[in-house]
Structure formats: C-alpha cells, structure tokens
C-alpha cells in the first residue's frame, strides 16, 4: 500500500469515527450541513479511491467522479461557512431580520468574487482546464475558510463563544487545513515538479490534523452557549436597524414617485 492511500485510509476511519460522535452528540441537529459534509466526504473518498483503482487517474471515469465530487465539495464547504456563521448568530435570532440569513450569504458570495482573482498558481497553467477551475475555486474557498476562523477566534469574546463551541471547533479544524493547504500552494510555485507530490501529502496530513482535532472536540460534551455581550448585542441590533430602515427608506421613495408619476 502507498503511503498516499495509507493517508487516504487513515482519513475516512477518522471520518467514520467523527460521524460517529456527530451522531451521539447529536451535532447534526445543529449543524446539519456539517454532518452532511462529513458523510459525503467519507463517500466521495472511497468512490474516488475504488474509481481509480479500477480505471486509473487519466481515465474518463475518474474524471466524471472528479468533477462531481469537486462540485459538491465546494458547494457544501460554501454552506458550511454559511451555517457556522448564521449558527454564532442564534442568540440573536428573534431581533433580526428575516432577510440576515439572505444577506449573510451574499457577503460569503462576495467575499468570494473579491478573492478569486488573487488566487491561482503557475502550477495550475500546466493542467487541464478542469483542473484547473476546480483547483482555483479551492484556494478561494480555502482562503474564506481561514478569513472565517480568524473571524470568529478574535470577536470569540465579543461573540461569547469559546473552544468548546461548536462553531469555533469546526471554523478551527477548517482553519488549520486551508491555511496549511494555501501555504502549500504558495510554495509550490516556487519548487520543480519532483516536490509536487511532496506538498499534496503535507495537504493530506494537514487533513488528517483537522479530523483528529474534530474527533477529539466532538468526543467532549458541548459548553452551553452563552448570552451575547451587551456591547455585541448592541452592535448587532443596531446594524439590523439600520438596514432595515434603509429598506424602508427605499421602499417609500419608490412608492413616492410612483403616486407622483
């Protein structure tokens, strides 16, 4: 066995293990997209690992699995980022807006189109097209998952969460393998081809790192959530208000010139 599917092996009995306690935890009440990933994960690694296996890695059907693991991957990481972030919310959920859960997914969807033409690689020039997109939108999502945990780790105070908060668990275990997995693209640009696979292990373990860290998080019982600081709750109704005064605002001056037309 290569010590790439000793890696890959390693990772989805981790996996396995981590659904597991998500299960008798019951996270999945909470986090559901969390646990969906998770379970999709462990299925997309072993259909990946059986397809390769059986067709090799320039074959068309690995590409077909590759591509569609890759959509799915990156469009259930853009909903975990989603759910961490509307979940640090819940405290507060009563006094805001119907529409924060819409807006807080436009500001990840625009955070996103600010960071894509900063990514990329020369080593990304020299694949297929495929690749290459999918590749790029990783070291996007890779780079929201990092400004996401920086997020939380530094207002955790603010926020009244701590490390034994769900969130801020999971925003760490994304935390530390995106911020490995863009280190290792930056340094990839300026190594030959023989170090390529080098890097990809040290993404791998990188993983590995994180799931650990999840198993031995989620294996712990859950600090109850405490109320959000006056200072936060303040901000945070206040920011709430004035959006949805602007709204009203707008709304009104659009009636208005309809009555006078």
Known sequence: ???????????????????????????????????????????????????????????????????????????????????LAWSVLSPLRPSLSKRTPLLIGLLIVGLGAAVWPFTGTHVLDQMAP??????????????????????????????????????LQVATGLGIYSLINVASDALRQHQDTANYNGFGRIVAVSYLISLLYWAFSFAQKEAARREFTPQMQGFLLAVAGSARNTRIAVSSSGKSKKREE
């Not at 969906?36 to 067709?55: E, M, P, T």
């Not at 990783?138 to 945990?149: K, N, S």
Request: proline share 2%; charged share 15%.
């Open 130 to 167: 495929i690749y290459r997109f999918f590749l790029h939108l990783e070291q996007t999502t890779a780079i929201l998952r990092i400004l996401l945990f920086l997020v939380l780790a530094a207002c955790s105070q603010l926020l009244s969460i701590g490390w034994r908060d769900r969130e």
């Open 1 to 83: 066995m290569t010590l790439d599917n000793k890696f890959l092996f390693a990772g989805m009995v981790v996996e396995a293990v981590i659904i597991g306690l998500l299960i008798y935890r019951r996270v999945w009440r909470t986090l559901p997209i969390f646990c969906i990933y998770l379970v999709w994960g462990l299925v997309g690694d072993a259909g990946n690992y059986l397809i390769q296996h059986r067709f090799g890695v320039s074959s068309h059907p690995y590409l077909i699995s590759y591509v569609i693991t890759a959509t799915l991957d990156r469009a259930l990481e853009f909903g975990v980022l989603f759910e």
